[in-house]
């Protein structure tokens, strides 16, 4: 039969949770950074951001900004 926790036990499973993250942050900031997804969603995401803010007509050009914006971002647990 499921009761329902009561506030100490939400508030002991809440800060168990928070420690757990507090933990493991630095680790997660290196697997989503050594993540090949990450670097294509990355790109996808700044070359839709220069082709929507930026009026560079050229398109290799389009290209070299969306990759130097990217190079601008680090990835880290705060």
Do not use: C, W
């Amino acid at each position: 039969m499921y009761t329902e926790p009561n506030l100490t036990q939400t508030m002991t499973v809440n800060r168990s949770l928070h420690l757990l993250s507090e933990g493991f942050k630095q680790e997660f900031a290196e697997f989503v950074y050594a993540d090949e997804r990450m670097a294509e969603l990355l790109h996808q995401l700044a070359s839709e951001f220069v082709t929507e803010n930026i009026p560079v007509v050229d398109e290799d050009l389009q290209v070299n900004l969306g990759f130097m914006l990217m190079e601008t971002l680090d990835i880290k647990a705060r």
